[in-house]
């Protein structure tokens, strides 16, 4: 058996299937849009890592200094701080912080 190899490629995909809006104008609204959402991703993700880093400063001077790598009451602070700004969804938020943060020092 041998397989038949096509000789046309699919079409490609236009902006409206892309981005599934029923128009030209509103794909290219989408798809800018969406643009300016992956370079603030890609922002938040630089301020995360660079949380990260400043937390793992803290817990190594908290550690040296006989102290504990967690302090539970500024968790909590921290908890506070994303749920009156974001609701219920900002505590999930900071959650996911704090674990990332936690990292072992």
């Known amino acids: 058996m041998s397989a038949t190899i096509p000789t046309t490629l699919p079409a490609p995909a236009s902006a409206t299937d892309v981005t599934g809006a029923r128009t030209e ?3 290219a609204l989408i798809t800018g849009a ?11 993700i630089g301020l995360v890592q660079e949380r990260m880093a400043v937390s793992a400063v803290i817990q190594e001077a908290r550690i040296t200094s006989g102290g ?9 602070e921290v908890l506070g701080h994303y749920r009156d700004a974001l609701g219920k969804p900002g505590t999930t938020l900071a959650m996911t912080l704090l674990e990332l943060c936690r990292g072992r020092v």
């Open 34 to 44: 969406r643009e300016r959402i992956d370079a603030l991703d890609d922002r938040i």
């Open 68 to 76: 504990r790598r967690v302090n539970l009451s500024r968790e909590m």
């Open 25 to 27: 104008d509103a794909a």
